[in-house]
Each structure stands twice: as structure tokens, then as C-alpha cells.
């Protein structure tokens, strides 16, 4: 199979292309799509055969639930039951956007979908063109990221085809994504609302919504064995070049200086703009101003992603601090480490 590019850069022609992605949806075949996080993968959420296709075409774990992305907040009651109110206020005030709520899910939803839990994870993507193909298809489209199981998510068609190509009917090209890292995810069916992924909508955001907001443990400390995360794709290496990765957490300069000392032939650096003259020699890679989180989020899995055509054999990071986005940030790069992470203070 050849995987058709669904180039949507034409603004005239869009409805059309519009139609053509729908078309395949409704026809039980795979589809790339973009959204403001990362590339989904998508299929009919509501035909189990093409959900099956899914982890197929990725190599995913047969325990790794899928969220559904629905194009408004009016859905939400076709998929989910006992709705607490607190799932209305924030799709009121975060949809179209990158957070996913776990909700209970009613028996229309196939356990292909979420491996067999009583609940599902929703969300409403903010990418127009995303929006309309669901719309037009007229069904929830379940989508996981669109890299092969393991690999960084990605951020553009091209990343997305690398892993992809073969493997999928379509892939519609939305240009890049402007958040960068995946959304959120807040469980909703605990008495205390849980953030069982940091992503895209930070945990203050939440907070200013709905007060006392729970930090599962999995967000930043490698689980023990045997123990059970309450997302259960939180529990796989992810994200990770072929190089192993260190983390180094800590004020930025700490942590440069102690790169530096670790410096050899074939050493890769993830640092902050301003930290990129200290390891000249080395392939390096910028993640973005230290201060500027978004652009942080925008570019981490770019720069996992293009070590695997550098040749080094070990990769040590930067990490921001886990305010803000820097808590998604910080996530994404400690998985890719495995959660191998040397802490310096201030
Ligand atoms: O931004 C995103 O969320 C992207 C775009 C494409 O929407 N999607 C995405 O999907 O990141 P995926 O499959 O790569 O990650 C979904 C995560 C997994 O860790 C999965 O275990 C968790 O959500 N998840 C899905 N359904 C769940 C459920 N019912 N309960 C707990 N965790 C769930
Ligand atoms: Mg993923």
C-alpha cells in the first residue's frame, strides 16, 4: 500500500479534501491526522475492525487504550455516562484543546477501543481541518499518536510518514503542530480528579478550575515492578532515540557544567539556545530558549526524533523545571531516558 498525502494547503480546495479524508474513515481504513498536540492515527472509533487496524499498523501493546476525539462537547453524552459537571466546565472553558478527560464510557464504545476498562478517554482536538473530517465522517475517530509504538510522537506529516508510510491509507497534511507535545490527561472518575499524563494544558490551568487536582505518581517517577500506572501506556519506555538518554535536572547552569565534564567523541547534548556554545563540537541539539516553554514543547520530539540519524551513542538533556509546560516537557524527556536522571540543586 502506498500511503496517499492529503495536502490541505489550499484553501479552496479543502472541502473536497475534507470529504475525500472522511471517506476514508468511513470505510474501516486508517488515516493520519493532524491536531494542535501531535499526528493521530486514526480510525472509525466505532468499528472494531478498523480499530484493531490500529495497533496493528503501530505494533501497540493490546493494553493500551485509545482516545476518542469527538468535534464538540455534545458528543461527549453520546460515549460517556455519569458525566460529573466538573467535565462540562472544562470542556466549556479548554475544548477545542489539548485535554483528554476519562470519563465512564457507555456500551456503544468497543473494548477494542479501551482494551476492556468501564471508562474512555475523550477529547476534542483544536485543528479545523480535523474538526470538519469528523464532522463530515460522523463518527469518533480514535486516534493514538501517529509513530510506530515507542518512537517519538510526531509533529509534522513528514515525521509521521517516516514511521507510517505503508502502513496507512492517508495521511492529511495540516502543516506543523503548534503545541508540540500530547494533551493532557485528567481522570475524572476519581473522587479527586487525577492528571495521569502531563501535556499540552498545564496542571495550573486545571487547577484554577477545579481547586485539589491529584498528581499520579507515574507523571514523574519511574514505576516499580509489577506496579500498575492508571494509564497504562504511562508504564512503556517511550519516546526514545536509539542512544541512551540522561537527564540532568537543575538550575541550568548546574546542569550544563556538569554535561560538559561528561563530553566525549559522539556524546549528543538536548540543551536550552543559550547553553549551545558550551558543547561546540558535540552534535547538539536546541530545545529552545530556557524560558520559553512552549517553544520547549514545540521542539522536544523533533530533537529525539532527528539524534537517530547522528550516530551518537549517548545523549545527556537539560531539563526544564516542571512548572507550566515544563512538567510535559520534563515527562517526555524522562521517559525517553527511562527515567534516568541525575538531580544537581539549584
Ligand atoms: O494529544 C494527544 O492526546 C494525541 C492526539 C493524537 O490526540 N493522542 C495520544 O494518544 O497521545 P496516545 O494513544 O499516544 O496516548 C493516550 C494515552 C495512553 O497513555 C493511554 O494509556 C491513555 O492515554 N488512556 C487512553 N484511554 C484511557 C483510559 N480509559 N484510562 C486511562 N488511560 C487511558
Ligand atoms: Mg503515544
Redesign the pocket.
Known sequence: MKTRVISIQNPVRQAEEVKEAAAVLRSGRLLGIP?E????LGANGLDTAAVRRIFEAKGRPQD????L?IPDASWLDRYCRSIPPEAAALAERFWPG?L?M?LRRRENVPNAV?CG?D???V?C?DHPVTLAIIRASGVPVA????NLSGRP?PTCARHMLEDMDGRIEAIVDGGPCGVGV??T?L?LTASVPRL??P??LPLESLEAVLGEVAVDRAVTAPLSAGEKP?????KYRHYAPKAPVTVVSGGCLRSARYIRKNLGPQIGVICFDEYRDLFSGCVVRSIGPASDQAEQARRVFDVLRAFDESGVTAIYAQCPSGTGLGLAVANRLKKAAGFQVVELGE
Not at 37 to 40: A, F, N
Not at 230 to 234: N, V
Open positions: 491536531t498536540t501531535v499526528y493521530g493500551n487504550p485509545l482516545i476525539h489539548p483528554t476519562i479501551t476498562l471508562t474512555v478517554g477529547r482536538p486516534a493514538p499518536s501517529g510522537s500530547e494533551s490527561i481522570d495521569l499524563r501535556g499540552g492508571k494509564a497504562p501506556g504511562m
